[in-house]
């Protein structure tokens, strides 16, 4: 299945495209998700520039894993409208999202311990000729791809991922997410449990995406990874996106009001768009 451009003759289409003159990489307008009688998200906008990176922050509950699984297709949205270049597009399942360019990182990396890096980073994709992996193309493929990113500290492709690092580890899923013409890279908590060195390299590395004119995402609690490689700053609060802030202009505590209250000053929600509990 791939990723359509809505049909002119739907009834439930959006738009003919994004409205805005700037026409973002990815975005969502108006998404809802609620399981049984839970509403989840509640008309969440979102969007994703070329060359920029998005935090999005929020407390435990606040909706961000829910929002990531929506945008990469393991979750179908209630309703709600996606963009793609401006163009409607429908996600509706992973191979959607990995056709408009979508991929994500969880935190868990899903990486094999018992393979190695280019096993690790072609896995389910695995390239042949003439009905036999093609090792040496696949290997080459992975050098450029970890060279493309400035990657120095893996050493050797032919490692098995049990002996790297966390950083290192880190990095291939990363150098894994964009070997496949990536657009948009999700990288859910991508320094936890990680050193001080090892966090600085990870960062720098997710400012070398953006580098590269990607639209990176981050998913962190770690306010200080936040401000520093995010440009702007999505806070989500009990499933609605209080505000999105541009990082350079604003504090932490902003943020911090933001995500545990939904208002900061006069940002966030206001009247009847905060959920009384």
């Not at 409205?19 to 008309?43: E, T």
């Not at 929506?70 to 429908?90: E, K, M, N, Q, R």
Request: proline content about 3%; glycine content about 10%.
């Amino acid at each position: 299945m791939t990723a359509d451009v809505d049909d002119a003759s739907s009834s439930t289409r959006g738009p003919e495209q994004e409205p805005s003159s700037k026409k973002p990489l990815f975005a969502m307008r108006g998404v809802n998700k609620s399981f049984g009688p839970v509403h989840v998200l509640h008309d969440v906008d979102l969007e994703v520039n070329a060359g920029e990176v998005v935090a999005l922050v929020g407390d435990n509950g606040a909706g961000k894993s829910t929002l990531v699984k929506c945008i990469t297709g393991i979750y179908t949205a209630d309703s709600g409208l996606f963009f793609s270049d401006g163009l409607p597009v429908h996600i509706r399942g992973p191979r959607d999202a990995a056709a408009l360019g979508i991929e994500v990182v969880y935190q868990d990396l899903a990486l094999c311990d018992n393979l190695d890096v280019v096993q690790n980073m072609f896995l389910g994709r695995e390239q042949q000729k003439y009905g036999l992996l093609a090792e040496i193309a696949m290997e080459r493929l992975a050098r450029e791809t970890l060279r493309s990113l400035n990657v120095r500290t893996v050493k050797t492709v032919h490692q098995r991922v049990s002996g790297l690092s966390g950083g290192q580890r880190q990095t291939v899923a990363i150098a894994k997410a964009v070997l496949w013409n990536s657009r948009v890279v999700m990288l859910d908590e991508p320094t936890a449990a990680l050193g001080v060195a090892q966090t600085a390299q990870v960062l720098q590395l997710v400012r070398d995406l953006a580098g590269k004119n990607l639209g990176v995402v981050i998913i962190s609690h770690n306010m200080n990874d936040v401000f520093e490689v995010a440009d702007r700053i999505a806070c989500l609060y009990l499933g609605r996106m209080a505000a999105v802030v541009d990082a350079q202009s604003s504090s932490r505590e902003q943020v911090v009001e933001l995500i545990t209250t939904g208002r900061s000053g006069n940002l966030g929600l206001h009247g009847n768009e905060r959920i009384q509990i």
